[in-house]
């Protein structure tokens, strides 16, 4: 295995679609031919760095009450300008939008009695309904349980499976 050192940059922010900062949104990029990949959070006013090397990535983010971001492509080049997107055009920062989607589903976690916090919470695209409208980037969305367990998934139109995991709870 070869690491080499990153010293290249993705900067950028993550913002919702009001255009104001989204803090603490999980920012990740990867390698689509494999192999390399970081991630880290975005800062109070929605800036994030990730260090990288020159090369091809997907970008992404996600945050809780948001469904996950549409990734990006993203070219380092050895200058370390970025091409969002096959564009001719190059930055030096990216803008990801986070937006969240009319519908939602809410609902609480309890085991039998008494309210459970911190129990994470998904919802998926059913696979078992044809021409489902919701599968494709966003078939997916997470939530984690508040103090009385509740949780609101943000989600497209469709039709969707709803599970939750509980540590120690089967």
Not at 33 to 44: E, K, L, Y
Not at 95 to 118: A, E, F, N, R, W
Not at 153 to 158: A, I, K, P, Q, T
Request: hydrophobic share 30%.
């Amino acid at each position: 295995i070869l690491l080499r050192s990153a010293d290249k940059a993705i900067n950028g922010f993550v913002k919702d679609a009001s255009n104001l900062a989204v803090a603490g949104a999980n920012v990740y990029a990867y390698s689509p031919q494999g192999g390399s990949g970081t991630f880290g959070q975005s800062g109070s006013d929605g800036s994030f760095r990730l260090s990288v090397v020159q090369g091809s990535y997907k970008l992404g983010a996600n945050s809780p009450g948001f469904p996950s971001s549409q990734e990006m492509s993203v070219v380092v080049d050895s200058a370390g300008n970025l091409s969002v997107n096959g564009s001719n055009t190059t930055s030096t920062s990216v803008t990801i939008k986070l937006s969240k989607p009319s519908t939602s589903i809410s609902g609480s976690v309890t085991d039998g009695t008494s309210p459970v916090q911190g129990a994470q919470v998904w919802a998926y695209c059913d696979p078992s309904v044809n021409g489902n409208a919701c599968f494709g980037p966003n078939g997916h969305a997470e939530a984690q349980t508040n103090s009385l367990g509740s949780y609101t998934l943000y989600v497209g139109n469709g039709t969707w499976r709803v599970a939750a995991f509980i540590p120690s709870y089967g």
